[in-house]
Nanobody, 126 residues
Framework: QVHVVESGGGSVQSGGSLRLSCVGSGYRWSDYCMAWYRQAPGKEREGVAGIESDGTASYAESVKGRFTIARDNAKNTVYLEMNSLKPEDTAMYYC????????????????????WGQGTQVTVSS
């Protein structure tokens, strides 16, 4: 059974940084793509960043140059390093996993993953 658990959310001032972590279990880690999504109050959920097993990453335009996704295959963990945070980054952030076939199937801006965590709140104040 695929299981992912996020951690690392919190409150930060505009311009600050946070790092989210997500640990996966119950599946063969190397076979799966990992991703981060977010949902702000009153808005639809959106894909933020995704990463294939070989480290190939994709990003939403709104976070390019500010966020970095990385995975540690030895720890079954994916990270989202968020820098230069803005109030509009405030949202519940969700980690997701899906069987990785590469390309669009690992890009959360174009494909909705199937396995989700409970989310971690990120709040950025101005």
């Amino acid at each position: 059974q695929v299981h992912v658990v996020e951690s690392g959310g919190g409150s930060v001032q505009s311009g600050g940084s946070l790092r989210l972590s997500c640990v996966g279990s119950g599946y063969r880690w190397s076979d799966y793509c990992m991703a981060w999504y977010r949902q702000a109050p009153g808005k639809e959920r959106e894909g933020v960043a995704g990463i294939e097993s070989d480290g190939t990453a994709s990003y939403a335009e709104s976070v390019k140059g500010r966020f970095t996704i990385a995975r540690d295959n030895a720890k079954n963990t994916v990270y989202l390093e968020m820098n230069s945070l803005k109030p509009e980054d405030t949202a519940m952030y969700y980690c997701a996993a899906d069987r990785g076939y590469g390309g669009v199937w690992c890009d959360p801006t174009r494909y909705e993953f199937n396995y989700w965590g409970q989310g971690t709140q990120v709040t950025v104040s101005s």
